[in-house]
């Protein structure tokens, strides 16, 4: 089956400090990848995605590039902001037999300092 | 871990008639569960968010009357689409969580509207 692993959290950075979230997955098809954001108090939000390999997804400073070749999407941004503060959720969506039904990491918190 | 029961996971209703998903948090309270709905291909869209023991907070767009959310307690909080048509067939999913930053979402559920 399906199935998405993101790194444990809290990560814990300085404002503008490099940030990686590690993603891997496991698709049975050729899953579009996704990377959603929770902000304190509200829903998910999609930060960004990608459809197929070498694809890179960019949105706010975020990057994440589809590597097959690995199985991973992990997310970057080069500079940190305290209002980046969040939980962030590695997702694929897989055609499986036509249902594409989605799997999502357990989310990654993100504590940003001053 | 904490888990959330999404049932059922797969149900073929007739236009015209109505569907309950329920979704439960098994071991843990939540004040907040979050629903969403994915078409193929694309990324979640949250609907709502679901306060116990208030009304529901709809997303701009989505039909009140139609996508009916009860949140009785602090594990049940459930979502009827009424009347329903075959535009309304849908991958449904909800969530719940948030202490420590970790959200968990339920299974899903895949309604067909025939």
């Known amino acids: 089956g399906n199935s998405v692993t993101q790194m444990e959290g809290p990560v814990t950075l300085s404002e503008e400090a490099f940030l990686t979230i590690n993603c891997t997955y496991t698709?049975?098809?050729?899953?579009?990848l996704f990377w959603y954001v929770q902000y304190p108090g509200e829903g998910l939000q999609l930060l960004l995605k990608?459809?197929?390999?070498?694809d890179k997804g960019s949105n706010k400073g975020f990057e994440a590039t589809y590597r097959k070749e690995t199985t991973s999407f992990h997310l970057e941004k080069g500079s940190v902001q305290v209002s980046d503060s969040a939980v962030y959720f590695c997702?694929?969506?897989?055609?499986?037999?036509?249902?594409?039904?989605?799997?999502f990491g357990r989310g990654t918190s993100l504590i940003v300092h001053p | 871990g904490a888990v959330v029961s999404q049932h059922p996971s797969r149900v073929i209703c007739k236009s015209g008639t109505s569907v309950k998903i329920e979704c439960r948090s098994l071991?843990?309270?939540?004040?907040?569960m979050f629903w969403y709905r994915q078409f193929p291909k694309q990324s979640l869209m949250l609907m709502a968010t679901?306060?116990?023991?208030?009304?529901?907070?709809?997303e701009q767009g989505v039909e009140k009357d139609k996508f009916l959310i009860n949140h009785a307690s602090l594990t049940l909080s459930t979502l009827t689409v009424t009347s329903a048509h075959p535009e309304d067939s849908s991958f449904y999913i909800c969530?719940?969580?948030?202490?420590?930053?970790?959200?968990?979402f339920g299974s899903g559920t895949r309604l067909t509207v025939v």
């Open positions: 990608a459809t197929k390999a070498d």
């Open positions: 698709a049975t098809g050729y899953p579009s």
């Open positions: 997702a694929l969506s897989d055609s499986g037999g036509g249902s594409y039904i989605p799997t």
């Open positions: 071991d843990f309270q939540a004040t907040t």
């Open positions: 969530s719940a969580g948030g202490q420590g930053g970790g959200y968990t």
């Open positions: 679901s306060n116990e023991g208030s009304k529901a907070t709809y």
